[in-house]
C-alpha cells in the first residue's frame, strides 16, 4: 500500500501555510478553538497536530527552548512527572527566512501519560508528544507545533471508542506517514505571508 502524500494547508485565514495529510480534520468545525491556536486531528488513530501562536517567552534560552516547552506542556496535563525525554534537536525551515538566514525549529520529543479531557489518571493514555519552537523575534511570537502519537490506549479512556484498545497500530501498517515524519513535514514546510497576522510583525 502506498504511503499518503502532504497537501498544503492554510492556516491563521492563510496568513500562515504549512503541509501535512489530508485525513487530519480541522477541529474548528466541530468545537470552538483559541483563536491563537489551529488543531487538527485525524479521529480514526486518535493522532493530533496543533500549531499555537504565544508571545514570545524572552526569559526563555533560545537552545533549550524546545526542551522548556515541552516539559512545560506536559506540567499542564499533569504528566511532569512521567515525561521520558527521547532526543532534542534543530530543522532548518525550507521557506521561512529570517533576515538572511533560513528559519530554524527547536525541536524535542518525549513520550507522557495523558488523560483525556476531565478523565482521572487510571484513563490514562501512553504518547509520544514531538514539539517544534520557531522563534520569531521581530514580531515577538513563539511558534509552537505539537504533534500527538497514540502508543497505547487505555480501556478507560475515551479514546478507546474510536481506536482499539492497547498498542496503537504502527502507521506503516495502516498504510499511513508515521507521525514522526508528518510532524517534521509540517514543520518544514511552515511558511509566513502575512506578517500583520503578528499585529505588524517586520
Known amino acids: 500500500m502506498a504511503a499518503e502524500s502532504c497537501v498544503?494547508?492554510?492556516l491563521f485565514g492563510g496568513a500562515i501555510s504549512t503541509a501535512f495529510p489530508a485525513r487530519f480534520q480541522d477541529v474548528s468545525n466541530i468545537r470552538e478553538v483559541p483563536d491563537h491556536q489551529e488543531v487538527f486531528v485525524d479521529p480514526a488513530r486518535d493522532e493530533s497536530l496543533i500549531f499555537e501562536l504565544l508571545d514570545l517567552k524572552g526569559e526563555v534560552d533560545d537552545a533549550g527552548s524546545a526542551l522548556w516547552f515541552l516539559r512545560d506542556i506536559a506540567n499542564e496535563q499533569d504528566a511532569g512527572d512521567n515525561l521520558v525525554v527521547e532526543h532534542s534537536g534543530t530543522l532548518e525551515l525550507a521557506g521561512l527566512r529570517l533576515g538572511e538566514a533560513p528559519a530554524v525549529?527547536?525541536?524535542?520529543?518525549?513520550?507522557?501519560?495523558?488523560?483525556?479531557?476531565?478523565?482521572?489518571?487510571?484513563?490514562?493514555?501512553?504518547?509520544?508528544?514531538?514539539?517544534?519552537?520557531?522563534?520569531?523575534?521581530?514580531?515577538?511570537?513563539?511558534?509552537?507545533?505539537?504533534?500527538y502519537e497514540p502508543l497505547l490506549i487505555n480501556?478507560?479512556?475515551?479514546?478507546a471508542a474510536a481506536v482499539t484498545a492497547g498498542?496503537?497500530?504502527?502507521?506503516?501498517?495502516?498504510?499511513?506517514?508515521?507521525m514522526s515524519e508528518i510532524f517534521k513535514v509540517a514543520v518544514m514546510n511552515f511558511?509566513?505571508?502575512?506578517?500583520?497576522?503578528?499585529?505588524?510583525?517586520?
Do not use: M
Open 191 to 202: 511558511n509566513v505571508h502575512d506578517w500583520n497576522l503578528f499585529n505588524g510583525g517586520p
Open 155 to 159: 480501556p478507560l479512556s475515551e479514546s
Open 105 to 147: 525549529a527547536r525541536t524535542s520529543a518525549g513520550q507522557l501519560a495523558v488523560s483525556k479531557g476531565r478523565q482521572g489518571r487510571e484513563a490514562q493514555n501512553i504518547v509520544r508528544l514531538y514539539l517544534a519552537n520557531i522563534r520569531l523575534k521581530d514580531a515577538a511570537t513563539d511558534v509552537l507545533i505539537t504533534a
Open 8 to 10: 498544503p494547508r492554510p
Open 167 to 178: 498498542p496503537a497500530i504502527p502507521a506503516e501498517q495502516a498504510g499511513c506517514l508515521p
